[in-house]
């Protein structure tokens, strides 16, 4: 059972648009959410992360949207370019982080020039 | 800095064979984590260890796989015997626990495993 969904599974977006991934949980222990970027024959690395007292962080492009009500979380990257295309990954974690990270399956992104 | 390092990048085995995997982990990092992640799937988690002690495994397939960390630095994962459903990339990453902040995990390149 997969306790972070992820949408959609791949986007094509043109270069300097706006790529959207949403993601949703159930489990109310969670409590940090973060976001990893992932290019082929790497492995993931950390994007950004939030924890759920604010709603909205954002790091240069990349801006994470929270809906703790909802229980619902979306990465925004903004002007996106074609170095942005990769497969992200949404993760939720109880105990502030320090417990298992749960994935959600990953959205591929295809920014086109 | 060093990233956390694994080896082999690759391996190609018959089913019913033996096969072993190894992650040095950042200097420094006290957490190592061994996830699976099957193709067009997130990372699944394995097994943690803090130090040498492994204090999450619950996800480990024990009648095959089997993990070890002897001097709290490096790690091995083995599987045996290999089924043609473990094929997958395993990946190590590690992390500092009991430092401040969030337990943010580093990840390695991965070993991509075929089984035939």
């Known amino acids: 059972q997969q306790q972070v969904k992820q949408s959609p599974q791949s986007l094509i977006v043109q270069k300097g648009g706006i790529s959207i991934i949403n993601c949703a949980y159930e489990n109310t222990a969670f409590d940090y959410f973060p976001w990893y970027q992932q290019f082929p024959g790497k492995g993931p690395a950390l994007l950004i992360a939030?924890?759920?007292?604010?709603s909205e962080k954002k790091e240069g492009r990349f801006t994470i949207s929270f809906n703790k009500s909802a229980k619902q979380f979306s990465l925004h990257i903004m002007d996106s370019q074609p170095g942005d295309s990769a497969t992200y990954f949404c993760?939720?974690?109880?105990?502030?982080?320090?417990?298992?990270?749960?994935f959600g399956a990953g959205t591929q992104v295809v920014v086109t020039p | 800095e060093a990233g956390v390092v694994q080896s082999p990048r690759y391996k190609i085995i018959e089913k019913k064979q033996p096969v072993a995997f190894w992650c040095n982990p950042i200097?420094?990092?006290?957490?190592l984590y061994w996830y699976l992640q099957n193709l067009g799937q997130g990372p699944e988690l394995l097994i943690r260890?803090?130090?040498?002690?492994?204090?999450?495994d619950s996800q480990l397939p024990k009648d095959r796989f089997s993990a070890e960390r002897l001097k709290g630095v490096d790690s091995t994962l083995k599987i045996q015997p290999a089924e043609l459903g473990d094929s997958a990339v395993y990946l190590c990453?590690?992390?500092?626990?009991?430092?401040?902040?969030?337990?943010?995990?580093?990840f390695g390149p991965g070993t991509r495993l075929t089984v035939l």
């Open positions: 990453a590690s992390s500092v626990t009991g430092g401040a902040g969030t337990d943010t995990q580093y």
């Open positions: 260890y803090e130090n040498e002690e492994a204090v999450d």
């Open positions: 993760a939720a974690s109880p105990r502030g982080g320090w417990g298992k990270l749960q």
């Open positions: 939030i924890r759920p007292d604010v």
């Open positions: 200097s420094g990092h006290n957490t």
